[in-house]
């Protein structure tokens, strides 16, 4: 097996599907220019040609219903926003119309199309460019909303996200693009709706959406070393979301931390502490905790950063807490910066 | 030669029949639902159409079958003049499981995407950017299906619209914007809204075809849209059609409403003088159809739409389980 980069693989995804499937196409702000979504639409240009790699107005509600309107009459769109704070001009299409569009039709349309947008963070990115908001797509019967958190990952899902025949939300973390692993050459799909555990652990669950995976295995880590083992549990999927691998990972643990990428206030955490009371309530030992940002706007400059996004260091210190262990010293610890890679812009 | 006239005539009138029948469909079905709206068993906020019919009309007549609409909740005409589906259109009204949307739609969701009527959408304008979409695969794929969206002056507000408009010019996209221009948003006129003086003096500065007309002929109307249909086709742009009419009943319900005092009742009394359906009708008389053939016409529709009602109103609501059903797309 190679090693490639997630944003490799979500290329690779997208050109195969191309080149299997001569109704995909991709879509939007600055798509096919010489930036290329950071790389992720690299090539697609040049291999398929200006018909199907194409750059837009800058309407993103209008955009959303065009791809609508192409999925519903044979094509298979893939809408790009490189922040989803820009998908946010969408809703109205996104929720009014592309997610009841077969309903309204009583089963009978397939709306086959794909809407990738990148989180931002870091380097100035402030308010307007750091946003997640899974759970806001998540909460809307019609849409899947899937958010790959490995290279491997990126890859399987963005593909069963192109050949799903419903509208599919992609929602990726800009730092997780440079991620590298192992991802089959060969196209392959991995089904919409399936965790994956991240890590094999006795003590606590940990359910974490994309970043806070890689925050999570950096406590794990730590945490293994004054004899604490974490599980780790990447839902990948939000919605439809499986909770079985959480309810299996409890009957072990009876411990449950959510560090989600997001808001905590009525965000995905809230969805996932919920089903584990309603249906694991026995199993619990110990009240559940939600990590994720503070509930302020994200702030531009790195000193306030660094209080608003939670960590490796607050999922070590949340789950010595919830045990009644001594705080664990990680002065020492090498916590990995991605400002050290990330010099910005965008 | 003398043949060739005589030919002339005969498809004349049958186009002309052809748009009496759609005509008269569509205010017959809106007649019926007056007429058995108080029994309370249609549950759905009607926006009617009765008024504007030459419009969808026209059009749907120059499209054809092979083509896709957009329509806005006024959609009772749009979606029978494309479909003629008037079974699965009361079906609906009545919240039926045989109904076009198995009884999720109702009034403002009509879709029948295999006749063409793809969707009609309750929230203003939000159809327009979706038939854009639409035009572009059935330009892209080679289906020889031409696209269109109804909407109202109100629409023509919002910035799906504008952008719209744009998107399918830049990207020279072969499309029928039709707006069926009231002169109304609800009981807010065009001055409270508009910061320019005419619409289509403003879209004609796009890069698409214009067209206007205060005709209120639905005839007229078929003619403009199979002209602009020809040209979209052949210069690969969209068309604007801006066509004059006037809501004979209240913004939503059965009533006629000239009581509120937002309109006048003159300007209503006037418009009937050029109503639709009567002026077709005196077309088909001066073509040579006899009074008789038009009656039996209107009595095969008539018996139709009655048809339709009485099963409609006969037939199974939907089981529970049917809320589910549909979320994505299903095989049935
Ligand atoms: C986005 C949105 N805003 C407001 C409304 C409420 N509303 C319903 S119809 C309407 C007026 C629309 O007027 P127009 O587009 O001219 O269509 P008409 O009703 O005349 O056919 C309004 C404001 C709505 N349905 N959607």
Not at chain 2, 134 to 160: C, I, K, Q
Request: negative net charge; proline residues 4%; contains cysteine.
């Amino acid at each position: 097996m190679r090693r490639i980069s997630y944003c490799d693989a979500l290329n690779e995804a997208m050109a195969q599907e191309m080149e299997r499937d001569p109704t995909v196409f991709v879509y939007g702000i600055g798509v096919p220019d010489h930036k290329k979504i950071f790389g992720t639409t690299a090539g697609l240009l040049e291999r398929f040609g200006p018909e199907r790699c194409l750059d837009t107005p800058l309407a993103e509600d209008t955009m959303t219903g065009f791809g609508l309107g192409a999925a519903v009459r044979g094509l298979r769109p893939i809408h790009i926003h490189i922040r989803v704070d820009f998908l946010l001009l969408a809703m109205n299409q996104l929720v009014n119309m592309v997610s009841t569009f077969t309903y309204g039709t009583n089963g009978r349309a397939k709306v086959p199309m794909v809407i990738r947008a990148v989180v931002g963070r870091g380097w100035g990115q402030g308010y307007q460019h750091s946003k997640s908001l899974h759970s806001f797509f998540a909460h809307i019967p019609g849409l899947k909303v899937v958010l790959p958190t490995t290279p491997r990952d990126a890859k399987g899902l963005l593909t069963a996200a192109i050949r799903d025949d419903a509208p599919v939300v992609c929602i990726e973390h800009r730092w997780l693009y440079w991620a590298e692993d192992d991802v089959p050459q060969e196209p392959f799909a991995i089904p919409i709706g399936e965790g994956q555990v991240l890590r094999r652990g006795k003590d606590v669950t940990v359910v974490a959406t994309s970043w806070m995976n890689v925050e999570a295995l950096r406590a794990a880590q730590i945490l293994a070393r004054h004899g604490i083992e974490l599980e780790i549990v990447d839902p990948r999927t939000i919605s439809p979301f499986d909770e079985s691998l959480v309810l299996e990972s409890l009957a072990k643990t009876g411990r449950l931390v959510v560090a989600d990428n997001d808001w905590v206030s009525c965000g995905f955490g809230a969805e996932v502490v919920a089903r584990a009371a309603e249906r694991a309530h026995a199993a619990l030992k110990a009240p559940v905790r939600r990590i994720g940002f503070q509930f302020t706007p994200c702030p531009t400059v790195r000193a306030l950063e660094n209080e608003f996004y939670p960590n490796a260091r607050t999922i070590v210190d949340t789950v010595c807490d919830m045990l009644g262990r001594a705080p664990i010293d990680t002065s020492g610890e090498d916590f990995y910066s991605h400002e050290r890679r990330f010099k910005g812009p965008f | 030669m003398r043949d060739q006239v005589a030919e002339l005539a005969r498809t004349d009138l049958a186009l002309a029949r052809r748009i009496y029948e759609l005509l008269f469909l569509v205010r017959r079905a809106e007649d019926y639902i007056i007429k058995h709206y108080h029994e309370d068993e249609m549950k759905t906020p009607m926006h009617m159409s009765m008024g504007q019919e030459a419009i969808p009309v026209g059009v749907c007549a120059a499209l054809g079958e092979k083509a896709d609409i957009y329509s806005s909740y006024r959609s009772h005409a749009p979606f029978l003049a494309k479909t003629s589906d008037v079974e699965g259109f009361f079906a609906e009204l009545y919240g039926r499981a045989e109904g076009v949307g198995g009884g999720k739609g109702g009034s403002m969701h009509l879709a029948n995407i295999d006749r063409g009527h793809m969707c009609s959408t309750a929230i203003v304008a939000s159809g327009i950017p979706v038939a854009v979409g639409t035009a572009f695969a059935n330009m892209r794929l080679g289906t020889g299906r031409m696209t269109a969206t109804f909407f109202g002056d109100g629409a023509v507000d919002e910035g799906n619209f504008w952008e719209s408009l744009n998107a399918a010019c830049v990207m020279r996209i072969p499309l029928l914007f039709v707006c069926e221009d009231n002169g109304l948003a609800v009981h807010t006129g065009k001055r409270q809204r508009h910061g320019y003086r005419s619409i289509a003096e403003v879209v004609r500065g796009f890069d698409c075809i214009v067209a206007e007309d205060s005709s209120n002929d639905a005839q007229r109307i078929h003619d403009i849209a199979a002209g602009a249909i020809a040209r979209c086709r052949a210069e690969r742009r969209p068309a604007f059609l801006l066509f004059e009419c006037y809501r004979y009943l209240e913004h939503v319900g059965i009533n006629p409403d000239f009581d509120a005092g937002y309109r006048d009742k003159r300007d209503y009394e006037a418009y009937l003088a050029k109503d639709c359906i009567a002026l077709q009708r005196r077309r088909l008389l001066a073509g040579g159809a006899t009074d008789a053939e038009i009656k039996a016409l209107e009595g095969a529709i008539d018996q139709r739409v009655r048809a339709a009602v009485e099963r409609a109103k006969q037939a199974a609501l939907p089981e529970a389980g049917q809320l589910f059903h549909g979320i994505f797309h299903e095989t049935d």
